[in-house]
């Protein structure tokens, strides 16, 4: 039985929305965490590659049958041949999110959260009430079919984690919705075995492959079989849709590899929003397009976030002020912890995609020296001309 009323009510019990209610629910505020899946976390729409352990282990604890592979390195495949090998030893890991967000979300649950789902919000409310006492409502529709029950509670804060779809917060007019040209589609097919090697993320990028966006091949050494995907921009000029793409391509890398399943999805890869929060209202994760638009990995960025959020809504509460003004300093917070690092990363991915075969071939040889001298500035010097070539065209670059 809900209760009326609820301090924070947070929608989608994903990574960023688990994560902004249980820190809330510590900070001893009454949190309903609603999901509208049966089944948390599931089916799984991703390639799994997250952030390094001791950053994850700061939501934690993490059970240990979450984590599949410590990765120790990335592997790129470029363009005409030029490869760049990357070492670096718990550089990230790769999850087992079928087990993951269910864990997140039961760490919030034992903390304090109201967690139900089969819960759908299915709409948020203007605000109501005045001065301390103003809310929002939240219409609710639980379980389905001739079972469905529609319920309202009233909330002094609202966190919508809803992910890419994002439709609470375009009811609400926040400009979420997805553009073509910002939106990368991917699939992830997963595949018997480990296809390459056991602890490195794999990437082939680049003209020779698919050059508004990538393949990967993320292994999962405990359950002994690699997420192999792609994705590209939606809007691009392709002939084939992306599963087909995805499908040729782990055919031409990995003849005769057996599939147990094949997922796909939306990722948005415009950088953050301008602006994702109202009065009393607030985007996390990929709702306020949190992702970064070089990787498409949003995972780490929602869980960020849902922190960032849950201490200043915290703050608001205790003051007994969430306007939308007030809110910026939570979107401030996002921008200097991960926010202008997306900046520059949706500037070079666009940087990458403009350049010609040749130019590109010639940048990953730059950054291929730079990568085999174990990333000492130095190696630049070795390629002096080439190296200021790009920085000068780089900054040059508007998009
Ligand atoms: C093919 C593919 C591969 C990817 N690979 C990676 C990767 O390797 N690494 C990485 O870091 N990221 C990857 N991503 C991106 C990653 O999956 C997302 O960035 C991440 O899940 C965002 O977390 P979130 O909490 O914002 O949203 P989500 O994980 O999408 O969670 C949102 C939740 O809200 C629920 N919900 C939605 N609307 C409502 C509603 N009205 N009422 C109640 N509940 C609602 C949904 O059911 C869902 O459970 C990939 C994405 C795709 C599509």
Same mark, same amino acid.
């Given at each position: 039985m809900l209760r009326e009323q609820y301090d924070v009510v947070v929608i989608g019990a994903g990574p960023g929305g688990s994560v902004a209610a249980r820190e809330l629910a510590q900070k001893g505020w009454t949190v309903l965490l609603l999901e509208k899946r049966e089944r948390i976390g599931y089916p799984v729409r991703c390639g799994e590659a997250s952030t390094n352990l001791s950053d994850l282990e700061s939501y934690g604890p993490i059970d240990e049958d979450c984590i599949e592979t410590i990765i120790n390195g990335i592997y790129i495949y470029g363009p005409n041949g030029v490869n760049i090998e990357v070492p670096k030893p718990g550089t990230g890991i790769m999850l087992n999110r079928e087990k993951f967000d269910p864990m997140l979300a039961h760490l919030a649950e034992n903390d304090g959260v109201e967690l139900v789902t089969l819960a759908r919000v299915d709409s948020v409310g203007g605000i109501e009430g005045k001065g301390s006492g103003e809310f929002r409502t939240v219409r609710i529709v639980e379980g389905n079919g001739p079972t469905e029950k529609v319920s309202e509670v009233r909330a002094k804060m609202v966190i919508s984690a809803e992910g890419v779809e994002a439709r609470i917060g375009r009811s609400l007019g926040i400009p979420c919705l997805q553009k073509p040209t910002m939106t990368c589609t991917g699939v992830d097919i997963q595949v018997e075995g #480990? #296809? =390459? +090697?056991?602890?490195y993320l794999t990437f082939w990028q680049g003209h020779d492959f698919i050059n508004d966006g990538y393949i990967w091949s993320f292994p999962k050494q405990k359950s002994n079989v690699t997420n192999f995907g792609a994705g590209f921009l939606f809007?691009? +000029?392709? *002939?084939?849709n992306i599963l087909e793409t995805t499908q040729e391509w782990l055919d031409k890398l990995f003849p005769g590899s057996k599939v147990n399943k094949v997922v796909g999805g939306l990722v948005p890869?415009?950088? =953050? #929003? *301008?602006s994702y929060t109202l009065d009393r209202f607030a985007l996390v994760g990929d709702a306020a397009h949190h992702t970064n638009p070089l990787t498409g990995g949003g995972i780490a960025a929602a869980m960020r976030a849902g922190r960032y959020c849950a201490n200043t809504v915290h703050q608001g509460l205790e003051r007994g002020e969430l306007s939308a003004a007030f809110l910026k300093t939570y979107e401030k917070e996002c921008y200097k912890r991960f926010g202008k690092t997306h900046d520059f990363e949706f500037k070079f991915r666009k940087f990458l995609l403009h350049l010609n075969r040749e130019e590109q071939v010639g940048l990953y040889k730059v950054l291929q020296g730079f990568a085999l001298s174990g990333y000492k500035k130095t190696a630049f010097l070795k390629t002096p001309i080439q190296t200021a070539k790009y920085l000068a065209k780089f900054a040059k670059f508007k998009g």
């Open positions: #480990l #296809l =390459t +090697k056991p602890d809007g691009g +000029k392709h *002939q084939k890869v415009s950088s =953050t #929003l *301008q």
